[in-house]
């Protein structure tokens, strides 16, 4: 039986305003303190799950180890507090309705008219509480998305005004993110847009307990209390969210407002120990105080967006600080990339990751970068469709295999040495149907690949449709390229590496997904390290000219 405490995330007058870490960074604090915490994303759009969407529509989309496809806060909230979500920590309005209109089909409401109140909401509150089956977590902190007042926000509101009032008065909570700007003309932090924000939300029956500002100013005491007299909450209520230089400060900013004391008083749960965030601290003191700098291009299709590569973003934050090195990442958009433009696009740089993708555009750019780095000793790192180019690059250049490509850009193509799973070929469906989420790979003793993991038996995280074409593997190995890395059960491979370059790795899986704050991976540790070494060796080269 569950006795979870329920903690609700809402938002108002903008998005963009940090939920995601606002959740995330409640939740370490909580969790720091010796609770035990689960964090939910409930996403208000029709789609089923975001691994539909153009990355430009809602950016990354996260693969947890189950398989599913996700929105990117559940990255923040695995980074954060370290635990491994589920498909369970991310629920659509589409999957809400696809569940109570098959439900419906079966005819488990015979005779009833089905309706958004109570079936929708019905299945949603059976949402909030799914995640505790087992009894687990002491607090679950549901994120609502998007804001108040969107007509699609409606029936969640609803069923936490209904989950509310069903469950005992100090067993839930709601905190509601909202903006307090400052007006330039009028030299004054402005409160109206909170209040009207929070009259939406009552107008709903919900009542927040907290109100967490952001804001670019410091929150006067003057206009904590009128935030507090007029959205009819305590003065110690309202938690100044300032703008902080990384995403990483929120946690202590939250403490240092108390926001963990506030919460734990209102759910009437013991205070426990002071949060334990030493490490959180050594992380952040290196993360400010870097030893040295490098940079390394991304080369994807959707670098307009950064969100659109998140967890490879955050994985260099993480690798950057184990390192004791700030990683700069300048994004290179791949359909920018010829032949003739490379050495300057790529120029000044100290590695190289080619980024996922899907489809056509921009692979050739990907594929010259991936022959420029490999020709001139650059540290390289391929990650799923990256991996794929680099398998292509090398068949074209160094096996001679002139019109070696993928399926996926050409279906008829006579060498594709990289094709389509033989487990897809029959999959017509779009949503959800690609090899996702965890496998095990075994790593050849002996390789750069055993040497980082140090260990032969991984598990990865995965979401493509096409692989290696084994036929060719004998060509590539006996010219150098060699794979490190196996999936035993399909003898699909995961892991290519090149034996003469000081780093050149491919992975057919998405180790970015699973970098925490405080364990980063170790590809991207190791690829951090030797770019920082080529930094070293050129500069060296440089001093000797
Ligand atoms: N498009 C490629 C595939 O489906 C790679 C996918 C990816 O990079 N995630 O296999």
């Not at 184990?322 to 300048?330: A, D, H, I």
């Not at 965890?438 to 050849?444: D, L, R, S, V």
Request: charged content about 25%; proline content about 5%.
């Amino acid at each position: 039986m569950s006795s979870a405490k329920y903690i609700f995330v809402t938002g108002g007058v903008t998005s963009s305003l940090g939920k995601g870490i606002i959740s995330a960074s409640l939740g370490k604090l909580l969790q720091s303190r010796g609770y035990s915490v689960t964090i939910q994303k409930l996403d208000p759009y029709l789609n089923i799950d975001p691994g539909t969407l153009n990355p430009y529509e809602h950016g990354e989309c996260y693969v947890t180890d189950d398989g599913a496809e996700t929105d990117l806060d559940l990255g923040h909230y695995e980074r954060f507090l370290d635990i491994t979500t589920s498909q369970l920590n991310n629920v659509t309005t589409g999957r809400i309705y696809h569940t109570v209109i098959t439900k419906e089909r079966e005819g488990a409401f015979l005779g009833k008219t089905v309706q958004v109140v109570p079936h929708i909401t019905d299945e949603i509150k059976r949402n909030f509480q799914l995640l505790d089956e087992n009894g687990q977590y002491d607090i679950i902190i549901t994120e609502i998305g998007g804001c108040v007042g969107d007509i699609e926000s409606l029936p969640f509101l609803e069923a936490v005004r209904q989950f509310r009032w069903e469950m005992p008065p100090n067993d839930t909570l709601v905190i509601h993110l909202t903006l307090v700007p400052f007006l330039k003309a009028a030299g004054e932090l402005k409160t109206k847009p909170t209040q009207h924000s929070v009259k939406m939300l009552s107008e709903a029956g919900i009542q927040p307990d907290i109100l967490v500002c952001r804001s670019e100013h410091p929150l006067t005491p003057d206009i904590r209390k009128k935030v507090a007299l007029f959205c009819n909450v305590n003065v110690n209520s309202v938690i100044e969210s300032i703008d902080a230089d990384s995403i990483y400060d929120v946690p202590l900013l939250m403490k240092k407002e108390k926001l963990d004391e506030r919460v734990l008083a209102k759910l009437k749960l013991p205070q426990k120990n002071e949060p334990d965030l030493e490490s959180w601290k050594i992380f952040l003191g290196k993360l400010k105080n870097p030893t040295r700098e490098i940079t390394v291009g991304v080369v994807g299709k959707y670098v307009e967006l950064p969100d659109a590569y998140k967890s490879i973003a955050e994985a260099f934050v993480h690798a950057g600080v184990e390192n004791e090195c700030k990683v700069k990442v300048k994004w290179i958009h791949s359909e920018h990339i010829t032949e003739e433009n490379i050495g300057s696009a790529l120029a000044g740089l100290d590695g190289v990751l080619v980024a996922p993708g899907f489809g056509k555009r921009g692979i050739e750019g990907k594929i010259t970068a991936i022959k420029y780095v490999r020709e001139n000793n650059i540290p390289f790192f391929g990650i799923c469709l990256g991996m794929q180019c680099a398998v292509i690059e090398f068949g074209r250049n160094v096996l001679g295999i002139k019109d070696a490509t993928s399926s996926e850009i050409d279906k008829d193509s006579p060498n594709p040495v990289i094709d389509m799973m033989e487990s897809q070929k029959k999959v017509t469906q779009k949503g959800g149907t690609m090899r996702l989420g965890a496998y095990t790979c075994e790593i050849a003793k002996g390789t750069k690949a055993y040497t980082i993991y140090g260990k032969t038996k991984i598990s990865e995280r995965h979401r493509h449709r096409y692989e290696f074409n084994n036929k060719y593997l004998d060509k590539y190995t006996k010219s150098g390229m060699i794979a490190s890395g196996i999936n035993p059960d399909g003898n699909l491979v995961e892991i290519i590496e090149l034996k003469d370059h000081p780093f050149f790795i491919g992975v057919q899986f998405h180790p970015e997904l699973k970098s925490r704050a405080l364990r980063p991976h170790p590809l991207f540790v190791k690829f951090v390290k030797a770019s920082i070494e080529y930094s070293i060796k050129k500069n060296e080269l440089k001093l000797t000219q």
